[in-house]
């Protein structure tokens, strides 16, 4: 099957799985429910559930038992974006060309809509954890991934670290944490469940959400992100440390071609999984910019 | 032994465990960290983790086993006064007599201590479900406790309901949502882990949320907060949906004497535990505003 369509059958599994469970979601008042629901079914590339469907096939475990850590790994993300977009933190009043969370339920429902969909995860794995081992360790590395070991850590060290006061080495840290271990957790979580290559998913997560970064870096600078119907707060977005004010957008693009040299050989390393899926999706990341 | 002193035994242990872990919390950057233990080491009573220690000494589990429980009983409760006090929320510049987290750091900070302090929460809780079925209830009984199907949902609702457009009923979802569920959770986790009186422990706890939250709003009409160092955002504060405009203070009061009493009925249903420390608790709860 071509990359695309396989793509397609993960992500519409999943935009399924999840209109169901939101669907049957009643959490009262009606605005709770009504706010975690407008950002979960905001569309969006569904990247998390994707790589983590993909990485069980490749592993030989059928994907369509996981949703629920597919669920919970989408609720997570997207209770980061809503608080993100906060006007005390990134102030951005689009997300995915619609109003963001707070422009349309004002900002406390936005920040508990972000406290609920963070509590609804964490509910989903605990609901995982008795079925044994390997999906208590898959539960505890979004766990990981998600706190002030991972993505929490990049948005505080993010909002301390400008073009003024940052460089290389606090771009990467930044990166590693705020993009790369929710990128990662998919991966890992995949290999927990099924028990193997767990140290290669975890390299192969981290680089790919190196790559990630960058390219995303590089389609804010030349625009592209605009046409999408993603506004940042002008003041945030020119205060970020951005891998384009390191490097400039020849060399980003330089630094992503060599990440992705690195993920294709950490997938060498897996070698009776079927990594082609993931091989094409680090070359569908880093043409993106193209 | 006294029921202070008993009470005093319960929080020096939960106090001394705490700072230890938050001596032993080293999350990047920095600030992280302090904005974290700021707040956790702000003192209070420390009434969920002494009812989660207590209930586990009445049902005789040696409670200095299980105090990761209790620490992610209190990083929940901080996290939730965090949010609760930012601008769009109750916009309370002081807590216990110091400045607000948002005061100290800033709102972003705040916002993701807040985020953080929740994860971490979770990442303890799913530390302990390794140890059995008990356990992995415990932490269930908590999770659920803590978001839309609780506490958040409480939060939600309390901005939705005023004075003006709430009565009875509505106060009393707020009061079982918001307040009950974190009251309840202690005596149910510590239920879920002896393996007893699950249900007992669960209508008890319920029952001392809502003393606590009838005797809360009496002292905060009668201005006793004040004196405390709490000073709610005069807006927000005037708006707000209390028992005391429902049913005036004396009225109040005749309430929490119900129930009170009902608290008792429920302990007296535990024979064969030693609820002697839980009674005078319901004393303790009762009395404050005195």
Same mark, same amino acid.
């Given at each position: 099957?071509?990359?695309?369509?396989?793509?397609?059958?993960?992500?519409?599994?999943?935009?399924?799985?999840?209109?169901?469970?939101?669907?049957?979601?009643?959490?009262?008042?009606?605005?709770?429910?009504?706010?975690?629901?407008?950002?979960?079914?905001?569309?969006?590339?569904?990247?998390?559930?994707?790589?983590?469907?993909?990485?069980?096939?490749?592993?030989?475990?059928?994907?369509?038992?996981?949703?629920?850590?597919?669920?919970?790994?989408?609720?997570?993300?997207?209770?980061?974006?809503?608080?993100?977009?906060?006007?005390?933190?990134?102030?951005?009043?689009?997300?995915?060309?619609?109003?963001?969370?707070?422009?349309?339920?004002?900002?406390?429902?936005?920040?508990?809509?972000?406290?609920?969909?963070?509590?609804?995860?964490?509910?989903? /794995? !605990?609901?995982?954890?008795?079925?044994?081992? =390997?999906? &208590?360790? $898959? +539960?505890?590395?979004?766990?990981? @991934?998600?706190? #002030?070991?991972?993505?929490?850590?990049?948005?505080?060290?993010?909002?301390?670290?400008?073009?003024?006061?940052?460089?290389?080495?606090? /771009? !990467?840290?930044?990166?590693?944490?705020?993009? =790369?271990? &929710?990128? $990662? +957790?998919?991966?890992?979580?995949? @290999?927990?469940? #099924?028990?193997?290559?767990?140290?290669?998913?975890?390299?192969?997560?981290?680089?790919?959400?190196?790559?990630?970064?960058?390219?995303?870096?590089?389609?804010?600078?030349?625009?592209?992100?605009?046409? &999408?119907?993603?506004?940042?707060?002008?003041?945030? @977005?020119?205060?970020?440390?951005?891998?384009?004010?390191?490097?400039?957008?020849?060399?980003?693009?330089?630094?992503?071609?060599?990440?992705?040299?690195?993920?294709?050989?950490?997938?060498?390393?897996?070698?009776?999984?079927?990594?082609?899926?993931?091989?094409?999706?680090?070359?569908?990341?880093?043409?993106?910019?193209?």
């Amino acid at each position: 099957m071509k990359f695309l369509d396989q793509y397609e059958e993960y992500r519409v599994y999943f935009e399924t799985c999840l209109h169901k469970a939101c669907a049957e979601m009643a959490f009262q008042p009606k605005i709770l429910t009504e706010s975690m629901c407008y950002s979960l079914l905001s569309g969006g590339k569904r990247v998390r559930p994707v790589l983590f469907f993909c990485t069980l096939d490749a592993f030989g475990v059928d994907y369509r038992d996981e949703k629920n850590f597919a669920i919970a790994l989408e609720c997570i993300h997207t209770y980061s974006l809503i608080h993100d977009d906060l006007p005390a933190m990134d102030n951005d009043d689009f997300r995915r060309g619609r109003p963001s969370n707070h422009k349309m339920f004002g900002e406390a429902n936005a920040i508990l809509a972000g406290d609920a969909l963070l509590s609804f995860a964490f509910d989903l /794995l !605990l609901g995982e954890c008795g079925r044994g081992n =390997g999906f &208590l360790r $898959a +539960a505890q590395s979004l766990s990981r @991934a998600a706190g #002030a070991l991972g993505m929490v850590a990049g948005q505080s060290a993010d909002l301390l670290y400008t073009g003024e006061n940052g460089g290389e080495k606090e /771009l !990467l840290w930044i990166y590693r944490h705020k993009t =790369g271990c &929710l990128i $990662a +957790a998919p991966l890992i979580m995949a @290999a927990c469940i #099924a028990g193997r290559y767990r140290q290669e998913a975890e390299a192969f997560g981290m680089e790919l959400g190196n790559l990630f970064q960058l390219t995303d870096d590089i389609l804010d600078a030349v625009g592209e992100k605009e046409k &999408l119907g993603k506004t940042t707060g002008k003041d945030a @977005a020119e205060q970020k440390l951005t891998a384009v004010k390191v490097y400039s957008v020849s060399g980003a693009r330089a630094k992503a071609q060599e990440s992705a040299l690195r993920c294709y050989a950490i997938l060498d390393r897996m070698r009776d999984a079927q990594m082609d899926f993931l091989r094409e999706f680090v070359d569908y990341v880093l043409e993106r910019d193209r």
